[in-house]
T-cell receptor
Framework: AQSVTQLGSHVSVSEGALVLLRCNYS??????LFWYVQYPNQGLQLLLK??????LVKGINGFEAEFKKSETSFHLTKPSAHMSDAAEYFC????????????FGTGTQLKVEL | EPEVTQTPSHQVTQMGQEVILRCVPI?????FYWYRQILGQKVEFLVS????????KSEIFDDQFSVERPDGSNFTLKIRSTKLEDSAMYFC??????????????FGPGTRLTVL
């Protein structure tokens, strides 16, 4: 079975600073990896996903993530944080043949300070 | 932009009562899902549904739970006899169903279920 670990349940950055949210996965078969964002009182919105091909994927709102198989990681980054980035971020994994089941990490709450 | 909608946004029920949570997936999507998030915990997969049958279900999805596509637009989750531990935010999602696991799942805003 696949799993995801997100290090740091809370991350705080200054506006304009680099955002780095960590995600490590475990899977015995090639994974498909996703980052979702959840704003207060809203559903989950896809930021980006890795399926195959280029390991550096770009998403919405200036976010990107790099799939590193050797490190089993899929960390999310953004060069310059904005106040509107404050939200909860979830990393998720799925594999072929599992009914498209997404397995989520525990989430990282991002706080952006002035 | 098309979106997944869910009703009601908040449901309060007494323990032992039946509840039905409703979802309208994106119209041309073929795969439907239910997930739940207990307060302070991770989002958990419950069930996926394709071609009018369950594709995959988790160990959480026991005999107390059922799903149905009663017509061409709605997708429902029924909990027959609610327990206190069923209190959670329930998310419906849908995906287009063309590329399987790599398809993006689009989530609704959720229904907060409170069991008293």
């Amino acid at each position: 079975a696949q799993s995801v670990t997100q290090l740091g349940s809370h991350v705080s950055v200054s506006e304009g600073a680099l955002v780095l949210l960590r995600c490590n996965y475990s899977s015995s078969v090639p994974p498909y990896l996703f980052w979702y964002v959840q704003y207060p009182n809203q559903g989950l919105q896809l930021l980006l996903k890795y399926t195959t091909g280029a390991t550096l994927v770009k998403g919405i709102n200036g976010f990107e993530a790099e799939f590193k198989k050797s490190e089993t990681s899929f960390h999310l980054t953004k060069p310059s944080a904005h106040m509107s980035d404050a939200a909860e971020y979830f990393c998720a994994v799925t594999v072929t043949g599992g009914g498209n089941k997404l397995t989520f990490g525990t989430g990282t709450q991002l706080k952006v300070e002035l | 932009e098309p979106e997944v909608t869910q009703t009601p946004s908040h449901q309060v029920t007494q323990m032992g009562q039946e509840v039905i949570l409703r979802c309208v997936p994106i119209s041309n999507h073929l795969y439907f899902y239910w997930y739940r998030q207990i307060l302070g915990q991770k989002v958990e997969f419950l069930v996926s549904f394709y071609n009018n049958e369950i594709s995959e279900k988790s160990e959480i999805f026991d005999d107390q739970f059922s799903v149905e596509r009663p017509d061409g637009s709605n997708f429902t989750l029924k909990i027959r006899s609610t327990k206190l531990e069923d209190s959670a935010m329930y998310f419906c999602a849908s995906s287009i169903g063309l590329a399987g696991s790599t398809d993006t799942q689009y989530f609704g805003p959720g229904t907060r279920l409170t069991v008293l």
